[in-house]
């Protein structure tokens, strides 16, 4: 996850980026992701935990679920993402919510928004939440196909248009694939046009529905085309919106060089990126699934460090942390690359690809023609895609 324009940071931290910098060198959690249910009324293509209508049969009880909110807040943990699945679906989310709120913990929902009339989006502005995210994927017909249920963007379209009325923020997702990019352009365009803070674009991770698919990813070429357009869109002062960039961290200092070549100063954002890395794995960042599992990263959800039901939340912290003492390996590694500490690649494709999370990030758009030789991974040749759990990007 990385924030394009944090690139230009040259100020004083919003008050929750404070408390997650503070939260990271007293060696706590930073933000959490929680993917509280695995349920989903949704069947996207892409999803990366092949989510369904179905919990899972070690789902944390709800006594559980609200157990770990109070260990969070034990914690100080200053930044809290509610995800799915559906959130929505599960039987206590508006506890889970009012409990996290109750200790002041920040919190932003990411749901696919078919649960969102009128009366929910008050209801989230009355529970302080500021953010939700939802996920686009193109014009009606291909997105109702994407994800399995005819009229679902008009849905989804309504829902934002509500959450704004009532004064909720709002993230646009999108999955990037050789089936979504002839969209993105538009994409970018309609979050603007609805009024987004932000547009979240992932790259296609291939695990749940996805696995086995990375033909399916666009190329290196394509994403610096994208990363182009992206670099002139946030130094065009009419231009307010944010990109997030997922699953690609390479694009970070792929952009910095650009916007470096064109006179800009972006030493103070460089270094705030060596704290909190375009791949937040071991930096502060923990995600949780819907059975307790902790997780370096929400992408792979069998990547695991231990149960929330076995060991407690300050003890998955200390276990987290010793990621970012792992040296990556190849294009990846700090002899090899002057943005490792900036970047790191991303992890969560080492280990789909490579069964080895610090392992090079062969889709690397700085470093790319490097994937097919100088520097050589821990391993000889790709190791089978592994199945794993999770809702899509979006």
Not at 51 to 73: K, N, S
Not at 181 to 192: G, M, R
Request: with cysteine; hydrophobic share 40%.
């Amino acid at each position: 996850m990385a924030h394009v324009r944090s690139l230009f940071f040259d100020g004083p931290l919003t008050e929750v980026e404070n408390k997650s910098v503070a939260a990271y060198k007293l060696g706590r959690p930073s933000e959490v992701i929680w993917n509280i249910t695995n349920r989903c009324n949704l069947l996207c293509e892409h999803c990366y935990m092949a989510a369904d209508g179905h919990a899972l049969p070690g789902q944390l009880t709800d006594e559980q679920t609200i157990d770990l909110v109070d260990q969070m807040a034990d914690s100080g943990v200053p930044l809290l993402f509610l995800t799915g699945g559906e959130p929505f679906m599960r039987g206590n989310f508006w506890e889970i919510l009012a409990r996290a709120r109750a200790h002041g913990i920040r919190v932003t929902i990411s749901t696919n928004c078919t649960f969102i009339d009128r009366d929910v989006a008050k209801r989230l502005k009355a529970h302080g939440v500021g953010y939700i995210g939802t996920s686009l994927y193109g014009p009606a017909d291909f997105h109702d196909s994407l994800v399995r249920v005819r009229g679902t963007r008009d849905r989804v379209i309504e829902a934002i248009k509500i959450l704004r009325e009532e004064g909720v923020g709002v993230a646009l997702k999108t999955a990037i694939s050789t089936d979504t990019w002839p969209h993105i352009y538009d994409l970018i365009q309609e979050a603007k046009d609805l009024d987004c803070g932000l547009i979240y674009l992932c790259d296609l991770i291939v695990s749940g529905r996805s696995e086995g698919e990375a033909d399916g990813r666009i190329s290196a070429d394509q994403w610096r085309e994208l990363a182009d357009f992206i670099a002139d869109d946030i130094t065009n002062p009419a231009s307010k919106l944010e990109y997030d960039i997922g699953a690609m961290p390479s694009f970070v200092p792929y952009v910095a060089e650009k916007l470096i070549a064109r006179g800009y100063d972006l030493t103070r954002g460089l270094e705030r990126l060596k704290i909190m890395s375009a791949c937040p794995v071991g930096k502060g960042h923990m995600n949780i699934n819907s059975e307790g599992g902790i997780m370096p990263c929400q992408f792979a959800q069998d990547w695991t460090i231990g149960n929330i039901k076995e060991m407690s939340l300050a003890e998955a912290t200390r276990e987290l942390f010793k990621l970012a003492d792992s040296p990556t390996t190849g294009i990846c590694a700090e002899e090899n690359c002057e943005y490792a500490q900036i970047c790191r690649g991303c992890r969560v494709k080492a280990f789909h690809q490579y069964n080895d999370p610090f392992g090079q990030d062969t889709t690397c758009i700085v470093k790319s023609a490097g994937a097919s030789a100088p520097h050589a991974a821990r391993h000889e040749a790709p190791l089978a895609t592994l199945p794993c759990g999770g809702p899509s990007c979006g």
